[in-house]
């Protein structure tokens, strides 16, 4: 076994286990290469001082007497702030006047097991020791501590901070601001509700027109010092009040709100829809609005005679039902439902969500409307759960808990994940500011709907939510998704889903229109941190490190001549020779597999997948990626020889000239195959944990035609003959 290449085996797999470590690699070169070594932060032009807080509730006035023109940096006591900290924000303050207020992201400390589940003694110790945080446990490597669990943060989110701190642990304010505020508020002002003070005066302003006043740093300049921290969430009954009734009184009125429910053919759905409507929901004025696009005679009758039931169990129950026969258009629906509306508010509700008869699920109207109220909000969401599997005990898992804008597209945060414990920071469990949320289940106020325009009704099956969304954003508005309000949505009932070809083509060409539309939130999301993965889908919230085969590949035409045209040869000739003898004599094949080494190869092709999207960090309009993973029993390996090659189709039985394309393969983890093949007596099979494949293509870097997907191991072709690539003369 070559020494360096099992060395260079093993510091790829610890990368691929730890891409925080590798993404914070960089981000602590780039801050040295901004300040240096040694960083001055007084030379950038404010003074910094630092003020040490042990939690959010204690007074901010104490023994400090603060300066108007004094930047003061709070650090929470116990971590560890980085040495670039006080340059990082003072150059912050001083690039632009109006700022006031600055917090920066963080991250935890730990052992590798309890940051990356893996074993102290896994790797060894030059592979580690460049990721160990300094001083730490020089005769221990089981008590020594490294860094992970980064706490990615939004920008600006007011609402977010009325549910939780979610500042964190280190943040900066302008001297003249807590003056201020202890000045009009008193002395013993908490911490949290200092910043909470600040960020209404912000907002107020921000709503006026006036310049960003607070700024979200996304660089981590705080090591919390465990990790049971993470999971503890400052929130404050005192800040919700004050919260409920910033620029308005409480109202105590019961404001109608105006229920669309938009349905065909559907009545036994709707019913259940209804039924747990009534039954269950607590909130008291509301009226129904049913609009029904072209549902059969007996459907309707069906729902007539529903409506008819309701009103006699009801008497007061107001409720309308509008038919007209039209081609599917949710947006046009809606805007139909709403145009009848009686209400001040508007809640789009699909015919599938089901009302929860617990506690909680009874008030979901009421927690939802406690945003849709302030001035500054736009369309609020609720968390929306799948209905439970019959023999899954698990728990509920979540189908919406908000949307986030990735580089991708538009997508749906925690959908299908076991809705458990506290998920990045209370996703699942607090209440968030993000850039959209489902209309499956949306509540806004009528006049901001109005004004808005209500649904763009060329967007008539999917991201018209998220369009709208889009639009109160860059009004000025701020959408909340408020996971207090639990409701079950038994997804796409009405419809199906988006599986087909057709619908596939169709939900592009909407993302497509939605970018045209929106050319500034193109990959990019104020409310997910840019530090998160964008390229690919991920439920979760996970580091976004761009390794190798994350980035584009470039595919290399082997031509008719030189050295490739004689190593193309020489790979086919082994698979011709192979490809006769099983055409002609079984036994006889399995004899040359056994001696050339064929019998020990293995080759996946998971999936092959077209997506508009981005490669790495590059935009791309027409996507291929293929995913799946080679490895070779009773071998160590290693530094196994991998590359990928697309071969024309047509052209597989003329030697003379076969057109193929090869892409060179990195390593990707793939820690199931490995589980496989190397948990197992029987072999000799070691070092396939990197067997991965991922490779990402611009189709328009192909020629037209089909290929068969076949990968080159140790010189030797396997094709999968049951995976193939087609790229058509034009785009469909």
């Not at 990735?406 to 996703?427: N, S």
């Not at 020489?570 to 597999?593: E, H, N, Q, T």
Request: some cysteine; charged content about 25%; glycine content about 6%.
């Amino acid at each position: 076994m070559n020494m360096n290449a099992y060395e260079k085996y093993k510091q790829e797999l610890f990368a691929q286990k730890t891409p925080y470590l590798q993404w914070l690699r960089g981000q602590e070169a780039e801050l040295e290469s901004r300040y240096g070594r040694q960083p001055k932060q007084g030379a950038l032009g404010k003074q910094i001082y630092t003020l040490p807080f042990s939690s959010c509730m204690e007074s901010v006035q104490g023994e400090c007497v603060f300066c108007a023109d004094v930047v003061y940096l709070f650090v929470k006591s116990g971590g560890m702030l980085s040495d670039y900290a006080a340059a990082v924000f003072a150059e912050a303050f001083s690039q632009d006047a109006a700022i006031v207020f600055a917090y920066a992201d963080e991250d935890y400390r730990g052992s590798l097991r309890e940051l990356y589940d893996i074993d102290d003694d896994a790797f060894e110790e030059k592979i580690v020791a460049p990721y160990r945080l300094a001083g730490q446990c020089a005769d221990s490597r089981r008590c020594a501590h490294y860094r992970g669990a980064a706490w990615f943060k939004p920008d600006f989110s007011p609402d977010t901070l009325a549910s939780f701190f979610y500042i964190g642990s280190v943040f900066a304010v302008r001297g003249d601001q807590i003056l201020e505020m202890t000045t009009k508020y008193g002395n013993n002002l908490s911490i949290y509700e200092l910043v909470f003070r600040i960020f209404m005066g912000a907002l107020d302003r921000k709503r006026q027109g006036s310049a960003e006043e607070i700024v979200h740093i996304p660089e981590v300049l705080y090591t919390n010092e465990s990790l049971t921290d993470m999971e503890r969430l400052d929130s404050s009954e005192e800040i919700r009040a004050l919260y409920r009734t910033h620029t308005e009184e409480e109202q105590g009125l019961c404001e109608k709100i105006s229920v669309i429910i938009p349905s065909k053919d559907n009545a036994g759905v709707l019913q259940k829809c209804l039924q747990t409507l009534v039954q269950y929901t607590k909130y008291g004025s509301y009226e129904i609005i049913i609009v029904d696009n072209g549902s059969s005679s007996e459907q309707k009758m069906c729902i007539t005679h529903m409506i008819d039931a309701l009103r006699a169990e009801k008497a007061d129950l107001a409720i309308q039902y509008l038919y007209q026969k039209s081609a599917f258009n949710f947006s046009a629906m809606c805007n139909a439902g709403a145009q009848l509306a009686d209400g001040p508010y508007l809640l789009f509700l699909n015919d599938d969500i089901e009302i929860m008869d617990t506690e909680d699920g009874r008030q979901w109207l009421d927690r939802m409307i406690v945003y849709a109220r302030k001035s500054h909000v736009g369309a609020v969401g609720a968390k929306l759960y799948y209905p439970s599997m019959p023999g899954e005990n698990v728990g509920y898992r979540i189908q919406h808990a908000g949307i986030a804008n990735m580089g991708i597209g538009p997508a749906h945060k925690l959908g299908g994940m076991v809705d458990r414990g506290c998920m990045y920071h209370g996703h699942n469990t607090q209440n968030y500011d993000l850039i959209a949320v489902t209309a499956a289940c949306m509540l806004i106020r009528k006049s901001v709907f109005d004004d808005a325009g209500g649904f763009d009704e060329s967007f008539p099956v999917a991201y018209n939510d998220v369009e709208l969304c889009f639009r109160l954003y860059l009004r000025g508005y701020f959408n909340v998704q408020v996971n207090e309000a639990v409701l079950i949505h038994h997804e796409s009932l009405s419809r199906g889903q988006d599986t087909s070809p057709e619908k596939q083509r169709r939900l592009a060409e909407e993302k497509r229109k939605l970018y045209e539309k929106h050319v500034s939130l193109n990959a990019r999301d104020p409310f997910y941190s840019p530090n998160l993965v964008q390229w690919k889908k991920d439920a979760a919230y996970n580091t976004g490190y761009l390794y190798v085969f994350d980035r584009q590949a470039k595919p290399l035409l082997l031509e008719n001549s030189g050295e490739a045209e004689k190593r193309k040869r020489a790979v086919f000739k082994w698979y011709d020779v192979r490809m006769r003898l099983y055409s002609k004599c079984g036994p006889a094949a399995k004899i040359y597999d056994r001696l050339t080494g064929y019998h020990n190869m293995m080759f996946q092709v998971d999936s092959i997948c077209y997506d508009n999207g981005i490669i790495g960090d590059k935009i791309t309009d027409n996507n291929l990626t293929i995913e799946g993973w080679c490895a070779v029993k009773n071998v160590d390996n290693a530094d196994l020889s991998r590359k990928l090659w697309l071969i024309a189709t047509g052209e597989m039985r003329s030697l003379d000239w076969r057109r193929v394309y090869e892409l060179d393969i990195a390593p990707k983890l793939r820690e199931d195959v490995a589980a496989v093949l190397e948990n197992n007596d029987k072999n000799n099979t070691e070092n396939t944990a990197l067997s991965g494949i991922q490779l990402s293509i611009e189709k328009s870097a192909l020629k037209p035609g089909t290929y068969c997907v076949g990968v080159v191991c140790n010189n030797r072709l396997l094709c999968h003959r049951e995976k193939y690539v087609h790229i058509a003369d034009t785009d469909t």
